[in-house]
T-cell receptor
Framework: GENVEQHPSTLSVQEGDSAVIKCTYS??????FPWYKQELGKRPQLIID?????GEKKDQRIAVTLNKTAKHFSLHITETQPEDSAVYFC?????????????FGKGTHLIIQP | EPEVTQTPSHQVTQMGQEVILRCVPI?????FYWYRQILGQKVEFLVS????????KSEIFDDQFSVERPDGSNFTLKIRSTKLEDSAMYFC????????????FGPGTRLLVL
């Protein structure tokens, strides 16, 4: 089955700086890669996703890049703000025939230092 | 904006007891999922459900677990004989179609087995 590795486990950046979180996946058939943000005690919320037919997607301060050959994808947050502090999870799945479960990475605790 | 809802928010049970966790997916969604998150760990896929049957399940989803859609709105997860290691946050999620892969998560049920 799919295995998703995520690094780093903790990332501390100064407010206004950029943050990058990286994930690798093992199943070359995976074709959908969402990123979820989870604040303490709350539900995971989708912040951005990318499908395997594109290499990059951007939404305001958030961008995701995908390298299918190397089987890795990254989350980039620019101009970080205190409200960006949370745990971020990458995930991968193979979407197509049926309801495909997401395989999550272990999460990155992002801390924005004021 | 419609959201996935879950009840109860917290449940405490004795080891060996049966528990039923309830979810109301977003109304026009067709695919339903259960995930669990042990405290401080990553989110893990349990099972997906479509057209009144299980589409996919993980190795965690053994014979102690079952899912059901008893009516047009509810989606339940039953654990027949709870173990201490079942203590976790259980998230329900739903997606409109498999091709529109975004999975929306509910707020979770925190299950504590004593």
């Amino acid at each position: 089955g799919e295995n998703v590795e995520q690094h780093p486990s903790t990332l501390s950046v100064q407010e206004g700086d950029s943050a990058v979180i990286k994930c690798t996946y093992s199943d070359s058939a995976s074709n959908y890669f969402p990123w979820y943000k989870q604040e303490l005690g709350k539900r995971p919320q989708l912040i951005i996703d990318i499908r395997s037919n594109v290499g990059e997607k951007k939404d305001q301060r958030i961008a995701v890049t995908l390298n299918k050959t190397a089987k890795h994808f990254s989350l980039h947050i620019t101009e970080t703000q205190p409200e960006d502090s949370a745990v971020y999870f990458c995930a991968a799945s193979r979407v197509g025939g049926g309801a495909d479960g997401l395989t999550f990475g272990k999460g990155t605790h992002l801390i924005i230092q004021p | 904006e419609p959201e996935v809802t879950q009840t109860p928010s917290h449940q405490v049970t004795q080891m060996g007891q049966e528990v039923i966790l309830r979810c109301v997916p977003i109304s026009n969604h067709l695919y339903f999922y259960w995930y669990r998150q042990i405290l401080g760990q990553k989110v893990e896929f349990l099972v997906s459900f479509y057209n009144n049957e299980i589409s996919e399940k993980s190795e965690i989803f053994d014979d102690q677990f079952s899912v059901e859609r008893p009516d047009g709105s509810n989606f339940t997860l039953k654990i027949r004989s709870t173990k201490l290691e079942d203590s976790a946050m259980y998230f329900c999620a739903s997606s409109r179609t498999s091709r529109q892969e975004t999975q929306y998560f509910g707020p979770g049920t925190r299950l504590l087995v004593l």
